[in-house]
Nanobody, 120 residues
Framework: QVQLVESGGALVQPGGSLRLSCVASGTIARINAMGWYRQAPGKQRELVARVVSGGSTYYAASVKGRFTISRDYAKNTVYLQMNSLKPEDTAVYYC??????????????WGQGTQVTVSS
C-alpha cells in the first residue's frame, strides 16, 4: 500500500503565498509522476500541476506563472509553491502519485486532501 500525506493548507489573504507538501510512503519501487489536483465546492476535481520523472512539468492555464511544482526524489515528496493567490484558488488540494510497487504491480493513489482558503 502507498500512503500520501499532504500538509500546508491554510487560510490566506488574496495576494498571499502558501507551500503545500505531499510525502509518499509505503511499498514504492518507483514513482513515475506526482501531481496536485483541486476540487472546489460544487465543481469537479481538476489537475493543477504535475511533474514526471525526468522533470517535465504541466500547469493548468489558471495557475501558470503563479504556482510552481517541484519534487524531492530522495524524499518521495512533491511541493506546490502557490504565489499571488486568488479567491478562486480556494479548494481542497489533493496529491496524486503514480508508479510501480515493490514486488510488482502499479499504483495510482491519492492523499486525503488539504484545505486552501483564499479570503480577506
Amino acid at each position: 500500500q502507498v500512503q500520501l500525506v499532504e500538509s500546508g493548507g491554510a487560510l490566506v489573504q488574496p495576494g498571499g503565498s502558501l507551500r503545500l507538501s505531499c510525502v509518499a510512503s509505503g511499498t514504492i519501487a518507483r514513482i513515475n509522476a506526482m501531481g496536485w489536483y483541486r476540487q472546489a465546492p460544487g465543481k469537479q476535481r481538476e489537475l493543477v500541476a504535475r511533474v514526471v520523472s525526468g522533470g517535465s512539468t504541466y500547469y493548468a492555464a489558471s495557475v501558470k506563472g503563479r504556482f510552481t511544482i517541484s519534487r524531492d526524489y530522495a524524499k518521495n515528496t512533491v511541493y506546490l509553491q502557490m504565489n499571488s493567490l486568488k479567491p478562486e484558488d480556494t479548494a481542497v488540494y489533493y496529491c496524486n502519485a503514480q508508479g510501480s510497487r515493490l514486488w510488482g504491480g502499479n499504483f495510482d493513489d491519492w492523499g486525503q486532501g488539504t484545505q486552501v482558503t483564499v479570503s480577506s
